[in-house]
């Protein structure tokens, strides 16, 4: 009887899991595309790129160079176009299916919690409840939260 329950809390905290993973699965576009912007500054500012291939001095291998450069500030900014799209329709997603939830409550703790990045300390001060009752809603939204199904 025990391994039956045992089980059962089991795959609750397995879907969970995979709830609060799908709520902040938009932020890895963010991330990726915040990473490709800081090679994008180091490529700019030569920190990969030699400075000296860059000069005005006359040198045939200095037009190849400067294409080349080129060439990677636009596939770099290419991939940060698509990361941002992608972080902003994971995000509109998420957010309409927190949406989707019938208490105001359990909406703001996962808003806070997962589209704004918000610590448990600040959520608690923001709804203006204990430690311990912003942790209850939390669970009971993940439990009312529905997974967006694949299509």
Same mark, same amino acid.
């Given at each position: 009887? /025990?391994?039956?329950? #045992?089980?059962?809390?089991?795959?609750?905290?397995? #879907?969970?899991?995979? &709830?609060? $993973?799908?709520? !902040?699965?938009?932020?890895?576009? *963010?991330?990726?595309?915040?990473? !490709?912007?800081?090679? !994008?500054?180091?490529?700019?500012?030569?920190?990969?790129?030699?400075?000296? %291939?860059?000069?005005? %001095?006359? &040198?045939?291998? /200095?037009? &190849?160079?400067?294409?080349?450069?080129? +060439?990677?500030?636009? @596939?770099? @900014? /290419?991939r940060i176009i698509?990361?941002?799209? *992608?972080?902003?329709? *994971?995000?509109?997603?998420?957010?309409?299916?927190?949406?989707?939830? $019938?208490d105001e409550n #359990?909406k703001t703790v996962?808003?806070?919690?997962?589209? *704004?990045?918000? /610590? =448990? #300390?600040?959520?608690?001060? =923001?709804? %203006?409840?204990? =430690?311990?009752? +912003?942790?209850?809603?939390?669970? &009971?939204?993940?439990?009312?939260? @529905?997974?967006?199904? $694949?299509?």
């Amino acid at each position: 009887m /025990n391994s039956g329950i #045992e089980q059962q809390k089991q795959e609750h905290k397995n #879907e969970n899991e995979e &709830k609060k $993973e799908y709520l !902040l699965s938009y932020k890895k576009y *963010r991330q990726q595309a915040d990473r !490709l912007e800081e090679q !994008l500054k180091e490529v700019k500012i030569g920190s990969i790129f030699p400075k000296h %291939m860059l000069s005005d %001095m006359p &040198k045939a291998k /200095n037009k &190849k160079d400067l294409s080349d450069y080129i +060439v990677q500030c636009e @596939e770099l @900014e /290419n991939r940060i176009i698509i990361s941002r799209k *992608r972080a902003i329709e *994971r995000f509109s997603e998420v957010q309409r299916q927190i949406e989707l939830l $019938e208490d105001e409550n #359990e909406k703001t703790v996962l808003t806070l919690r997962y589209l *704004r990045n918000y /610590n =448990w #300390e600040k959520i608690c001060e =923001w709804v %203006m409840y204990s =430690w311990k009752q +912003v942790h209850r809603i939390h669970l &009971k939204a993940l439990q009312n939260f @529905e997974l967006k199904k $694949e299509t």
